[in-house]
């Protein structure tokens, strides 16, 4: 027996490399074999006269062509009547979103081929020589509504191969996808019509044209793209920095998954560092993945800069500086500047000298000078000089051992001076000019202790002599703030706090520390429900505090209904049913349920039961939950898994922690999965499962009919097929059993877990059977 399988194989195998029919051309995926029987009018016997299908071009190196490629479609028909020529021709009705994109690079290109001899071939446009025939590169509108390039009339033992360019602006999911992603052609024959289909799959990727940078400047630039998104939304992004690990991000601007592209694409980037050159890119964030353009550059001009200029005037000297640094005048009086630059000017007088004040530049007085360097600017200090001097003693205690703090002096003429000064100890300033200085004094946090300056200021006459200021620091009280707790409703309940003091019970209202985290919690009576915060909080769960002002809650506690909590559990009429889908696929649709609670509670668990002959362990590499909030039972925009995991057993049980508050009424919700890209268990060896099993007489019987109308058709293509199918219908017959090469997977809901331990009905909810190829 298995040596007649593997002669029926290999005469399969030499029809295969003589025929068109599986792959005429490397990279072509073909569908069904469509076929138009005839009665011959020369035998009187019922034959099939026509044989048709239709597939599309993969690259070899690539499984599938992507949204954006051009790649070519066929229909090829073969005239397998034993006695009368035919006359072929197609109407093509092409996948969703695929468009022609025929031009001298990818014509349209037709074909008569002798399939008893594939080197026998002829390529025709109009009326070829020896038969009839003919090929437009641009189509008409066919007998079935369809596009309509070309026929030819061939013998038998020939067969017409049309080929049109396509290019794909969507994505095809093949046999997971509906009937518009199929390519269909209708085959007009002598003897009838014929529709062969195959399922067309097409990969997503996103296309960018157009990159390009604009109104370059020093801190500004200008991006642009046109996105090609095929008809998927997602986010659009610009990726920059100063190296090509990028670093900085833009806001996204929003595809709409309604049009082939989004073009003219503007992204403005502020803020950037002049004379500096800049990585970028556009990404698109969708839910078939990530898609980068790729990296430019582009670099900023350098900023133009101002001179800034200080004059010195009076009768004294001093010294001038600025941040940031470039004038020390002393020597250096003029420095150039940024456009944009904030610099401050600081005057420092020499000794026997006071600062009188500033002019030029918008600024004046005494203290320092701020000038914004729009423009050159000019400047001028001026410094006079001393008439008489005195000593100003200051002292510092109160602190902790070891700890300072930081005095500040203004005075005469400009004097502004600071001293940092240790606890218990004292500094001088000798030769300073005779007049009201202020002694200024900061409050001082050691380890969360804060000290507080006694006086915090003071004004201190200084004359020939000597004069004092003395700053004593004391510990500051800590701030504290009250928290109240009022309870309301029906029913009755106890609030406590964490850290301790409220016991609400007894004790609603009780002191906390600024700054300090207070967490409540609600505990119902028994015969009532907690229904819910109010105040600083809301929702039923815990009610967290930050304690940076006086605060008050509210807690509801309302009596239980008779009987207490119950919830029911629902299959909605939009859960998802039993489906095909491919390996590799993200958020399956697995399960939907609703729950019905009597009154408001918190769920805090969902169980999961997993059967079917796919492993799920390993198959299934996240099983999410989604709360479907419009109720449609489908995944929306801003719809995210409230929790997620795997199954760590085959047709084991997964428990999904999900602290979710549940008011009354139905909430619904979605359990999805990501499939793995190669499942776990591979197939036993691949059984016929088409074949019919026939008893061996009737075999025996059939075998020299076959081989007799083989030989009246003149065919050894129809010969060998017919040995090697009745040699496979021996080996596959007996009543032998098929392995199916599937694997299905279903998530049921077993168990549910909530607040207020309630009674559930309508438990388990059982998931759609999931298919999915070996």
């Known amino acids: ?124 446009t109009n009326n070829p020589p020896g038969f009839q025939g003919g090929c437009s590169q641009t189509p008409s509108t066919g007998t079935a509504g369809g596009l309509f390039f070309g026929y030819a009339v061939i013998a038998p033992g020939w067969q017409v191969d049309i080929r049109v360019p396509v290019r794909y602006n969507k994505q095809l999911l093949g046999l997971g996808g509906p009937a518009s992603h199929r390519l269909t052609a209708i085959a007009s024959t002598v003897w009838g019509t014929a529709t062969p289909f195959v399922p067309v799959t097409v990969f997503y990727q996103a296309g960018f044209q157009n990159l390009q940078s604009s109104g370059i400047g020093a801190t500004t630039a200008m991006l642009g793209v046109n996105l090609f998104s095929y008809f998927k939304g997602g986010q659009l992004y610009v990726d920059y920095g100063t190296t090509n690990a990028f670093g900085s991000s833009t806001p996204p601007a929003t595809v ?43 670099t900023t001009s350098a900023a133009s800069t101002f001179a800034l200029t200080v004059n010195k005037n009076g009768t004294g000297s001093g010294t001038v ?222 009610c967290s505090v930050t304690m940076d002002a006086a605060k008050s809650v509210t807690a509801t506690f309302n009596t239980a209904p008779v009987g207490g909590l119950t919830i029911t559990a629902a299959k909605p009429a939009n859960a998802p049913t039993d489906a095909t889908r491919n390996k590799g696929q993200s958020n399956v649709l697995m399960l939907a349920f609703t729950l019905n609670p009597s009154q408001a509670t918190q769920l805090q668990s969902i169980t999961l039961q997993a059967s079917g002959s796919g492993n799920d362990s390993l198959d299934l590499t996240a099983v999410k939950l989604i709360r479907d909030a419009n109720a449609n039972g489908q995944i929306d925009s801003g719809e995210t898994p409230i929790a997620s995991g795997t199954f760590s057993a085959d047709n084991g049980t997964l428990t999904l922690s999900t602290p979710l508050a549940l008011s009354v009424g139905n909430s619904q919700f979605l359990v999805i999965a990501d499939i793995a890209s190669s499942l776990a268990a591979r197939p036993a060896v691949l059984k016929a499962q088409i074949l019919p099993t026939l008893p061996m007489p009737l075999l025996i019987t059939l075998l020299p009919m076959m081989l007799l ?41 077993t168990a549910v877990s909530a607040q207020g331990n309630p009674t559930l009905n309508g438990l388990p909810i059982t998931g759609a059977t999931i298919t999915v190829q070996k």
């Open 1 to 124: 027996m298995q040596g007649m399988r593997m002669l029926a194989l290999g005469i399969l195998l030499m029809l295969d490399l003589l025929g068109t029919n599986a792959q005429a051309a490397p990279g072509y995926v073909d569908g069904n074999l469509a076929s138009v029987s005839q009665i011959c009018p020369i035998t009187n016997l019922g034959a099939i006269a026509s044989q048709n299908f239709v597939g599309f071009y993969a690259d070899p190196n690539v499984p599938y062509p992507k949204t954006g490629d051009v790649g070519y479609v066929r229909a090829v028909g073969a005239n397998v009547s034993p006695c009368t020529n035919d006359t072929i021709g197609f109407d093509f009705f092409l996948p969703d979103g695929a468009t022609l994109a025929i031009d001298s690079t990818n014509p349209v290109r037709c074909y008569a081929i002798k399939f008893t001899n594939p080197t026998q071939i002829i390529e025709f």
């Open 256 to 298: 709409p998954n309604t049009a082939l592209n989004f073009p003219s694409v503007s992204t403005n980037l502020a803020g950037l560092s002049p004379n500096t050159t800049y990585y970028w890119r556009y990404r698109f964030v969708t839910d078939a993945g990530t898609f980068n353009s790729s990296t430019q550059t582009f």
């Open 321 to 542: 500086t600025s941040s940031p640094s470039g004038i020390n005048c002393g020597a250096t009086c003029s420095a150039s500047f940024a456009q944009g630059t904030t610099v401050t000017l600081t005057a420092t007088p020499a000794s026997g000298s006071v600062f009188a004040g500033w002019g030029g530049a918008g600024c004046s007085g005494t203290g320092g000078c701020t000038v914004t360097m729009s423009a050159a600017q000019s400047v001028t200090a001026t410094f006079n000089t001393a008439q008489s001097f005195g000593t100003l003693n200051l002292q510092v205690s109160g602190l902790p051992s070891g700890n300072s703090a930081t005095l500040t002096i203004t005075g005469p003429g400009g004097f502004n001076q600071q001293r940092t000064i240790l606890t218990g100890t004292g500094q001088s300033l000798s030769d300073v000019v005779t007049g009201i200085y202020t002694v200024t004094a900061p409050s001082v946090v050691m380890s969360g202790t804060t000290y507080n300056p006694s006086p915090a200021s003071q004004n201190v006459t200084v004359t020939t002599g000597s004069a004092t200021a003395s700053v004593n620091y004391t510990q500051a009280p800590a701030a504290t703030f009250a928290l109240t707790v009022s309870k309301g409703g029906t029913g009755g309940g106890t609030v406590s706090s964490s850290p301790a003091g409220i016991t609400c019970g007894a004790t609603c209202t009780a002191n906390f520390s600024s700054g300090a985290s207070v967490i409540l919690s609600a505990v119902a009576d028994a015969g009532s429900s907690f229904a819910g915060w109010g105040g600083a909080c809301s929702g039923t769960g815990t």
């Open 709 to 749: 109308g083989a030989w009246r058709m003149r065919s050894l293509r129809v010969g060998l097929l017919a040995l090697a199918l009745a040699l496979t219908l021996a080996a596959c017959g007996g009543g032998q059993s098929t392995t199916s090469v599937n694997k299905t997977y279903q998530i049921n809901l």
